[in-house]
């Protein structure tokens, strides 16, 4: 009898050099989504601060299972590909990148990524660092838009403000699908000091954010589409300076 293949990993990778952005937050929170499923997630931890790998020690060993990283670590005692392997048969790998990361770093960080997130929190100081990692992912890093691989995650929103309607129309003008508008809620704060994501607190709770996460994660899980999309507009000529239909180009509003 034949073995069955082995599915390809999903690798997600949420990299803002700017700190303070909330990318732990949505690490954590795509991680739950996935280990409710029952996929076992990884998720790969390259901040020196560690914020991910403490939230999964504060994790419940009741709760679904998620697996961690931890790439800020250095082990003189074995290869740094032996560090850094990932579980065998794992479907989902989330990587929180660290701040103030370099060209290389990000080259390195997005190789093999199947989709990269970038948090932009609404004020000038983020909308202007968020600007930056784009033009490095695109020009540094080589990501090519017909791949549809890059998304904009609009994060500690207030809905009504002049601050979020001014980043809505700068995220309009990248051209870069802007894939969740996530609320500034203490639902996110409550949850990152227990150790779980919104998939495991009270859906009573946290019904105002929760469906955001999860809209996220089917455009994360459309990675393949996506690809397959991009590379049928690349055979007919597509010049990629856009980045595709209008449902990738998608905007969820908060709630």
Request: glycine share 8%; charged share 20%.
């Amino acid at each position: 009898m034949n073995k069955p293949l082995n599915k390809p990993l999903n690798k997600i990778v949420v990299l803002n050099p700017k700190g303070g952005c909330g990318k732990s937050t949505l690490v954590t929170n795509i991680a739950a989504c996935y280990a409710k499923r029952g996929a076992a997630p990884v998720v790969m931890d390259y901040d020196p601060q560690g914020s991910t790998m403490g939230w999964l020690d504060r994790r419940s060993v009741t709760m679904p299972t998620i697996q961690g990283i931890a790439a800020y670590k250095r082990n003189m005692q074995a290869t740094r590909s032996w560090q850094l392997r990932v579980p065998s048969g794992t479907a989902h790998l989330i990587v929180d990148s660290p701040a103030g990361v370099t060209s290389d770093q990000i080259r390195e960080l997005t190789r093999g990524s199947s989709s990269i997130l970038v948090p932009v929190l609404p004020s000038l100081m983020d909308i202007h660092a968020a600007s930056r990692c784009i033009a490095d992912l695109l020009l540094v890093a080589k990501i090519n838009r017909s791949e549809c691989k890059l998304a904009v995650v609009a994060n500690r929103t207030r809905k009504n403000t002049e601050s979020l309607a001014k980043l809505m129309r700068f995220l309009d003008a990248l051209g870069i699908p802007v894939v969740a508008v996530l609320r500034d809620s203490q639902n996110y704060v409550r949850a990152a000091e227990l150790g779980m994501g919104l998939h495991d607190m009270s859906p009573s709770r946290v019904s105002h954010d929760i469906g955001h996460i999860e809209r996220l994660v089917e455009w994360l899980d459309d990675w393949q589409q996506r690809r397959q999309a991009g590379a049928g507009m690349t055979d007919r000529g597509s010049s990629g300076s856009g980045i595709g239909t209008g449902a990738q180009h998608s905007r969820f509003n908060p709630a």
